[in-house]
């Protein structure tokens, strides 16, 4: 990971929390598998729980041209380019930039390899959590099998990220695309599982976070990514 990037990153974070209206925390977790997971999913929440459009210093954001305007000046043109044509740009550059090292050519590919590794980081964040709850005496019985369902549901994205490397390893478009798809699947579960028992799900935000990251390495995946 780029020291530069990693630092971008945070200052990104602190100008995104600046214009935020938001002053609910993230969800504290235990045991998470770096500080820049933790960074990450704070900077997502920031923008998942925002007002739309934003407003900084009296500009009003309404795309992803203008909330570019505000953040440090670095950001590689061609992420900017390759992040503007997903559903949610402004995650995939905050998501993708630690994960780029300055070596690496900004291409697709390049980003579709960084967006699969921020996503199995915060399946990874998202599994530590679930199972803390499953394990937790206070919670009550009759949810520790949803929360069963959820570690199931996470594991599978783990295994679909492993799936993906390997299909981009071997070149294998058909596979990456099967693997890339089956997770937009696959981080449904937790949350159907918790509505069809009429419950909430205390990893909502967090499935929330991850559906954005999947969704955009599907549409790179499958939109830009040529063998």
């Not at 820049?36 to 998942?48: A, C, F, K, N, W």
């Not at 949610?88 to 993708?96: D, K, Q, W």
């Not at 695309?177 to 981080?187: C, D, M, P, R």
Request: hydrophobic fraction near 40%; aromatic fraction near 4%; glycine fraction near 4%.
């Amino acid at each position: 990971m780029g020291i530069n990037h990693f630092i971008l990153a945070l200052i990104s974070f602190a100008c995104l929390l600046s214009f935020s209206t938001s002053t609910n925390a993230p969800p504290s977790l235990s045991d998470a598998s770096s500080p820049t997971s933790s960074e990450l999913y704070d900077m997502i929440e920031v923008m998942s729980e925002s007002p739309s459009p934003f407003a900084f210093d009296g500009i009003t954001l309404e795309s992803i041209d203008n909330l570019l305007r505000i953040l440090p000046s670095g950001v590689n043109p061609a992420l900017q380019q390759i992040c503007g044509n997903t559903d949610h740009p402004v995650e995939c550059i905050i998501a993708t930039m630690p994960f780029l090292d300055e070596k690496t050519p900004i291409e697709p590919l390049s980003v579709l390899k960084a967006g699969i590794e921020a996503m199995d980081n915060q399946t990874k964040d998202a599994l530590a959590e679930v199972t803390k709850l499953s394990m937790d005496p206070t919670t009550p019985k009759n949810v520790v099998p949803i929360l069963q369902t959820c570690i199931d549901v996470y594991n599978n994205i783990l295994n679909s990220d492993q799936k993906s490397f390997e299909a981009i390893s071997n070149r294998n478009l058909v596979q990456l695309s099967t693997e890339l798809g089956a997770n937009v699947e696959n981080i449904l579960g937790c949350d159907n599982a918790f509505k069809q028992a009429k419950l909430e799900s205390p990893m909502k935000k967090m499935d929330a976070m991850l559906g954005k990251i999947i969704s955009n390495t599907l549409t790179i995946g499958l939109d830009m990514v040529h063998f």
